[in-house]
């Protein structure tokens, strides 16, 4: 390692992915991630498990980041760590591990907003995006529009007023008796249904902003329905009924991106988080990217879900710009950009 070498260990501990993640001059040189099974059963993430699953796993992770990456604990020159927003439990984790070990190396502590990072996700390989480019973020915990100015001057343009879009798929899962976290279902069996087979509102907010909590009642309620008609409607018609849900939420997501490039006349567009995974919402924005000549950019999937390696890159570009934070450094449940 030579002297000018930037070296940094990032933690991330926001809900329920423990990941460390080394960054040797803004080349991300692993991202390991430990998932936690223990929410499955319980239908959601539960905060308390969630913190004590961090307890076990972060040491461990860490241990495997630094020594698979070829670097020694004494090269490194600062350590990152997800403030917020997060569980606050999960997070002070994270944060109170980050502080400790910064003191005893005796280097810089860097704070990094998640949100913040998972659009910064974009920079861990090629292609990268050009300034400006709107990044459309869409996660089990968040759906934000972000117009990206530059590496860490970004402005929220919209964002979800109640529940975020993996919730949506997760929520009305659960109600079609799927298993958690029932999202990357609900896309297996749109695959085979009909998207016009049923019709599921699709909200539309003021602005540029969302609302995914209606479509959960108005599934309840048709279910409920249907069901008093036929106890075996569930079981019937799934595909069908996944690719109505589905449908409605990617329109939901695509006509607020759609208004947002019209107004900031942007054609670099962007998508991170977990639910960037979901093929139906992959191929409609394939499809009319090429209609609208924009260039698209969507991450691989393990830089997509929460993971270190997009903390590792925020904190490589705040380490340039000189900002740490001090040893008094709390986390933050919400925190804004
Ligand atoms: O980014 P992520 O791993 O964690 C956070 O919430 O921050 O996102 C998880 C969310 C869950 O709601 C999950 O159901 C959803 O992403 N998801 C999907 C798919 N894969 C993951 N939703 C729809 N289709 C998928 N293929
Ligand atoms: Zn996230």
Same mark, same amino acid.
């Given at each position: 390692?030579?002297?000018?070498?930037?070296?940094?260990?990032?933690?991330?501990?926001?809900?329920?992915?423990?990941?460390?993640?080394?960054?040797?001059?803004?080349?991300?040189?692993?991202?390991?991630?430990?998932?936690?099974?223990?929410?499955?059963?319980?239908?959601?993430?539960?905060?308390?498990?969630?913190?004590?699953?961090?307890?076990?796993?972060?040491?461990?992770?860490?241990?495997?980041?630094?020594?698979?990456?070829?670097?020694?604990?004494?090269?490194?020159?600062?350590?990152?760590?997800?403030?917020?927003?997060?569980?606050?439990?999960?997070?002070?984790?994270?944060?109170?591990? @980050?502080?400790?070990?910064?003191?005893?190396?005796?280097?810089?502590?860097?704070?990094?907003?998640?949100?913040?990072?998972?659009?910064?996700?974009?920079?861990?390989?090629?292609?990268?995006?050009?300034?400006?480019?709107?990044?459309?973020?869409?996660?089990?915990?968040?759906? #934000?529009?972000?117009?990206?100015?530059?590496?860490?001057?970004?402005?929220?343009?919209? #964002?979800? #007023?109640?529940?975020?879009?993996?919730?949506?798929?997760? &929520?009305?899962?659960?109600?079609?008796?799927?298993?958690?976290?029932?999202?990357?279902?609900?896309?297996?069996?749109?695959?085979?249904?009909?998207?016009?087979?049923?019709?599921?509102?699709?909200?539309?907010?003021?602005?540029?902003?969302?609302?995914?909590?209606?479509?959960?009642?108005?599934?309840?309620?048709?279910?409920?329905?249907?069901?008093?008609?036929?106890?075996?409607?569930?079981?019937?018609?799934?595909?069908?009924?996944?690719?109505?849900? #589905?449908?409605?939420?990617?329109?939901?997501?695509?006509? &607020?991106?759609?208004?947002?490039?019209?107004?900031?006349?942007?054609?670099?567009?962007?998508?991170?988080?977990?639910?960037?995974?979901?093929?139906?919402?992959?191929?409609?924005?394939?499809?009319?990217?090429?209609?609208?000549?924009?260039?698209?950019?969507?991450?691989?999937?393990?830089?997509?879900?929460?993971?270190?390696?997009?903390? @590792?890159?925020?904190?490589?570009?705040?380490?340039?710009?000189?900002?740490?934070?001090?040893?008094?450094?709390?986390?933050?449940?919400?925190?804004?950009?």
């Amino acid at each position: 390692m030579g002297t000018k070498d930037i070296t940094i260990l990032a933690i991330e501990s926001s809900c329920d992915e423990t990941s460390a993640s080394i960054i040797l001059n803004g080349k991300v040189l692993n991202n390991i991630v430990a998932t936690q099974s223990v929410h499955e059963k319980y239908g959601g993430v539960v905060p308390e498990l969630a913190s004590r699953a961090h307890q076990e796993n972060l040491i461990p992770v860490i241990h495997e980041a630094i020594s698979t990456s070829g670097i020694s604990k004494s090269d490194l020159t600062a350590v990152a760590f997800t403030r917020g927003p997060g569980l606050m439990g999960s997070l002070l984790v994270g944060v109170s591990f @980050a502080k400790a070990f910064a003191q005893s190396l005796n280097i810089p502590l860097i704070d990094v907003n998640h949100m913040q990072a998972h659009v910064l996700a974009h920079f861990i390989e090629d292609p990268k995006p050009k300034f400006p480019f709107i990044c459309l973020t869409v996660s089990g915990g968040h759906t #934000q529009l972000v117009l990206v100015k530059d590496y860490l001057q970004m402005e929220v343009i919209g #964002q979800t #007023q109640d529940d975020a879009v993996g919730e949506a798929f997760d &929520k009305t899962a659960k109600l079609l008796g799927l298993p958690y976290p029932g999202g990357p279902l609900i896309d297996k069996h749109a695959k085979e249904g009909n998207p016009k087979a049923f019709e599921f509102p699709i909200t539309r907010m003021p602005g540029l902003n969302y609302s995914f909590s209606g479509i959960k009642t108005a599934v309840l309620y048709f279910l409920r329905d249907k069901l008093q008609e036929n106890p075996k409607f569930i079981e019937e018609n799934l595909n069908d009924l996944c690719a109505s849900i #589905q449908y409605s939420l990617i329109q939901m997501l695509l006509i &607020k991106l759609k208004e947002a490039v019209k107004e900031y006349k942007v054609k670099e567009i962007a998508i991170a988080g977990g639910v960037s995974a979901n093929s139906g919402l992959r191929n409609t924005l394939t499809q009319l990217a090429k209609e609208k000549g924009w260039n698209l950019y969507i991450p691989k999937f393990e830089y997509c879900t929460d993971n270190a390696a997009m903390i @590792a890159m925020a904190a490589h570009y705040k380490y340039l710009q000189g900002e740490f934070v001090g040893m008094d450094v709390t986390p933050l449940a919400k925190m804004k950009f």
